[in-house]
C-alpha cells in the first residue's frame, strides 16, 4: 500500500497554489539579496558622493540618489538585511513566549490559565505601538531593541492559540498513553503535544514576520527604529519625508520593497494554512 | 441591561490596576532619568544639582514606593506635572490634545463602516466575480502597504503634484481672513488625506470580514426558510442577512481601537497633526516619565472603553448574550 506522507500531500497541495508559490518565491529572493548584498550592490551603501547630491532616477543610478549623494538602490539592498533580521528574530522571541505561556495556560489550566490568559488580556489593552514607542525610545533607539520589543509586546495571539490546542490535545489517547507510561509534564509538554500543534504556529509565525517588517519600517521612519547611517527601507523613507517636494523617488522605491515583502510573506503564511488543513480555507 | 454594564465596569477596575502597573515598571526599570537630560545640556550642572532634581520629581524613592503615591494621586485623577519646562498638567494637556485624536478616529471609523460593508456584502452576494477577485487582490494588497508611505505618496500627488490638498496641519495660515464657507472647506481639506489614510487599513481588513461574515451567514438555516417562505432576495439579503452578519462587525470596531489609537502617533507626525499621537511621540522622545505614563494609561483606558462599548452593544443586538446564555 502507498499511502502518501503528510509533507508529500501538504506540498502537493501547496504546489497547486500559485499565489503562496509566489509569495515563496519573494522570500526567497529576499534571502538572496540580503545575503548576496556585498556582490549585487552597485556602490557602497554609505559612499558619499557630493557631486551627485538627490539625482533623479539614472543608468548610473537606477533608483536615484539620496540628499548625501549614495545610491537608493544599494542603501535598499543592503537594508533588506534588516528586514530579514527583524522579522526573525522579533517573531523567534514573540514565538517562544507565546509557545511558553499558551502551552502553560493549556496545560494546568486552573490558576495557572487564569492569571497567564488575564495578563494576556492586560497586554492586548495597550495600543501596542504606544508600548514599543515607550520602550524603545527609552531603551535607545537599536536594532536590537527594536527586534526584542516587537518580539516582547507580539506575543499574545501565539499563546491564545498555543492554549487552545494544548486544550483539545491535553486529553486525546496519545498523552494518557504518554503518561501512563510514565513521562513527567515536561516532557509531555515539549515533546508529545507541542510537536502536535506546531502547523498553527508555523503559520501564524509566518504572518507575524510580516507584521514585524511592517513595525520596524514605521518605527525607523519616525526615526526611533534603526538609526542612520545603517540603511533600512523604513529611515531612507524618513529621507523622503524630509526631500517630498524634490525627490520623489526616495519615497516610492523603499516603500514598494516593503510592500512585496510583506505581500511575499502573508500570501506564503496564508498558503501554508490553506495546504495543511484545506478546511481552514477562508 | 444596566445589570450588564455595571458588571463589566466592575471587571474593568482589575485590568485598570494592572494597566497602570505594567505601564510604571516598564519605564521606570529603563536605564536613564529625566535628570540625565537635564544635566546633560548644561555641562555646569553638578552631581549635587542633579540629586536636587531628582528629589524634586522623587524619583529617589524606593520604585515601590513611588508606584503607590502616583497610584493614590491617580485615583482622585492626578496624573502630575509635565517635566517639560511649562510644566503643565499632564490631563490638562492630554486633555487638548485628545479631542483632535477622537475626531480623527472617530471619522475613519465612520468612512471604514461605510465604505466595507457594502463591498463585503456585494463581493459575497457575488462570490467569484469580477468585483469580488478585484476586491480580494485589494485587500491583499492593503494588508501589506505601509500606510505612512502610501500617505506620502498622496502627499507628493495632491499636495506637491496637484496642489489640490494641504500637507500639513488642522488649519492654513490665513484661517481667520477667510469667509465662514472658506473656513468649512480649508478644515476640511486638511481633513481628507489623514482620515482616508487612517481608515485605510481598516478598510482592507473589514472588507474582507464582512465578506466571510456574509458567506457564512447565508448558508444558514433561517436563510433557507425566508427564502422558502418567498420573500425577495432583496428582503433576504438585507432584512435577514445583513443584520445576523453586522453583529460579530461590532466587536472587531471595538478591538480596533488600539490600532487606530497607535496609528495616530503615525499620521499626526506625518500631517503634523496636534493630537495625542503627535504629543505622546514627543513625551517619549524626551522622556518626560509623567506624560508618557499619562499617555499610556490614557489610551489603555481609552482601548478599555472601546472594547466595553462594543460588548454593551453586542449585548444590546443580542439578548442572548445579555442574558448570559451561550
Known sequence: MNTAGPYTEFWRRFRKNRLALAGGVVVLALFAVSFLAPWLSPYDPAFIDVKSVLEGPSRAHPFGTDNLGRDVLSRMIWGSRISLKVGFVAVGIATVIGMVLGALAGYYGRWVDAVIMRFVDLMLCFPAFFLILAVIAILEPSIWNIMIVIGVTGWMGVARLIRAEFLTLKSREFVLAARAAGANDGRIIFLHILPNALAPILVSATLGVAGAILTESALSFLGIGVQPPTPSWGNILTEGKDNISIAWWLSLYPGLAILVTVLGYNLLGEGIRDSLDPRLKV | ?326
Open chain 2, 1 to 326: 441591561m444596566l445589570q450588564y454594564v455595571a458588571k463589566r465596569l466592575v471587571l474593568m477596575i482589575p485590568l485598570l490596576l494592572g494597566i497602570t502597573l505594567v505601564s510604571f515598571v516598564v519605564i521606570h526599570l529603563a536605564p536613564g532619568k529625566p535628570t540625565d537630560m537635564a544635566t546633560m545640556m548644561n555641562p555646569k550642572a553638578s552631581l549635587e544639582a542633579k540629586e536636587r532634581l531628582e528629589k524634586l520629581y522623587g524619583l529617589d524613592k524606593p520604585l515601590h514606593v513611588q508606584y503607590w503615591n502616583w497610584l493614590k494621586r491617580l485615583a482622585v485623577l492626578d496624573f502630575g506635572r509635565s517635566f517639560s519646562p511649562d510644566r503643565e498638567e499632564v490631563l490638562t494637556k492630554i486633555g487638548r490634545r485628545l479631542p483632535i485624536t477622537i475626531l480623527l478616529n472617530v471619522l475613519s471609523m465612520f468612512l471604514i463602516f461605510v465604505v466595507s460593508i457594502p463591498i463585503g456584502v456585494y463581493s459575497a452576494t457575488h462570490q467569484d466575480s469580477l468585483f469580488d477577485r478585484a476586491t480580494t487582490v485589494f485587500v491583499f494588497v492593503g494588508f501589506a502597504t505601509p500606510t505612512f508611505w502610501l500617505a506620502l505618496l498622496l502627499m507628493i500627488l495632491f499636495g506637491v503634484n496637484l496642489g489640490w490638498l494641504p500637507i500639513s496641519g488642522l488649519k492654513s495660515m490665513d484661517y481667520d481672513q477667510m469667509s465662514l464657507l472658506g473656513q468649512a472647506w480649508d478644515r476640511t481639506a486638511h481633513l481628507i488625506m489623514p482620515v482616508l489614510l487612517s481608515a485605510f487599513g481598516g478598510l482592507a481588513g473589514m472588507s474582507r470580514y464582512m465578506r466571510a461574515n456574509m458567506l457564512e451567514v447565508v448558508r444558514q438555516d433561517y436563510i433557507t426558510t425566508a427564502r422558502a417562505k418567498g420573500l425577495s432576495e432583496r428582503a433576504v439579503i438585507y432584512k435577514h442577512a445583513l443584520r445576523n452578519a453586522l453583529m460579530p462587525v461590532i466587536t472587531i470596531l471595538g478591538l480596533s481601537v488600539p490600532s487606530l489609537i497607535g496609528g495616530s502617533v503615525i499620521f499626526e507626525s506625518i500631517f503634523a497633526i496636534p493630537g495625542m499621537g503627535q504629543l505622546f511621540y514627543a513625551s517619549v522622545m524626551s522622556r518626560d516619565y509623567p506624560m508618557v505614563m499619562g499617555g499610556l494609561v490614557i489610551g489603555a483606558v481609552l482601548t478599555l472603553g472601546g472594547n466595553l462599548l462594543a460588548d454593551v452593544g453586542y449585548a444590546w443586538a443580542d439578548p442572548r448574550v445579555r442574558e448570559g446564555r451561550s
